[in-house]
């Protein structure tokens, strides 16, 4: 099955998910914030779209995506972080344990490429998502594989 590579260099942004107020009410984000999202989801989408067209898979897919934030000068790997991880190449990377968390960034890329990679996101059955920081002196960026089962 066709096999899918992006990497978009843009900072990872996560899915902002509406919410209720402490009495029920909707409260929706600040207009900025709409439009920084709304942005941030049509560049992936281009992206995309430049890369490999819109192939719109029809079945089963698979996903995986790596979110790198801005590394905070000092931040050294945490003691207690277990040596190997799943994914090979990741494992010299430094692992980012606080928010947003990488189902959140997952989730707002994912929504980008409905109807151009895939039809809907629930079509995702495999989601793997991982947050690292990026290295001294690289960008923010992310970088997603997306293949049909």
Same mark, same amino acid.
């Given at each position: 099955?066709?096999?899918f590579?992006?990497?978009?260099?843009?900072?990872?942004?996560?899915?902002?998910?509406?919410?209720?107020?402490?009495?029920?009410?909707?409260? /929706?984000?600040?207009?900025?914030?709409?439009? %920084?999202? @709304? &942005?941030?989801?049509?560049? !992936? #989408?281009?992206?995309?779209i430049?890369?490999?067209?819109k192939?719109?898979?029809?079945?089963?897919?698979?996903?995986?995506?790596?979110?790198?934030?801005?590394?905070?000068?000092?931040?050294?790997r945490?003691?207690?972080?277990?040596?190997?991880?799943?994914?090979?190449?990741?494992?010299?990377?430094?692992?980012?344990?606080?928010? /947003?968390?990488?189902?959140?960034?997952?989730? %707002?890329? @994912? &929504?980008?490429?409905e109807? !151009? #990679?895939?039809?809907?996101?629930?079509q995702v059955y495999h989601?793997d998502?991982?947050n690292?920081?990026?290295?001294?002196?690289?960008?923010p960026?992310?970088?997603?594989?997306?293949w049909?089962?």
């Amino acid at each position: 099955m066709p096999r899918f590579e992006l990497t978009v260099r843009v900072k990872p942004v996560p899915w902002k998910a509406a919410y209720t107020g402490s009495r029920g009410s909707f409260t /929706p984000g600040t207009k900025a914030n709409k439009n %920084a999202y @709304r &942005d941030y989801k049509e560049t !992936i #989408a281009l992206a995309f779209i430049a890369a490999h067209g819109k192939p719109l898979m029809k079945g089963a897919v698979e996903w995986r995506g790596v979110y790198y934030h801005k590394r905070p000068n000092g931040y050294k790997r945490p003691a207690n972080y277990p040596e190997s991880l799943p994914w090979g190449k990741h494992l010299k990377r430094l692992p980012k344990v606080s928010r /947003p968390d990488a189902d959140n960034c997952g989730k %707002a890329v @994912r &929504d980008a490429l409905e109807y !151009i #990679a895939y039809y809907n996101d629930s079509q995702v059955y495999h989601p793997d998502d991982m947050n690292l920081y990026a290295d001294h002196g690289t960008e923010p960026r992310i970088e997603i594989v997306v293949w049909e089962e």
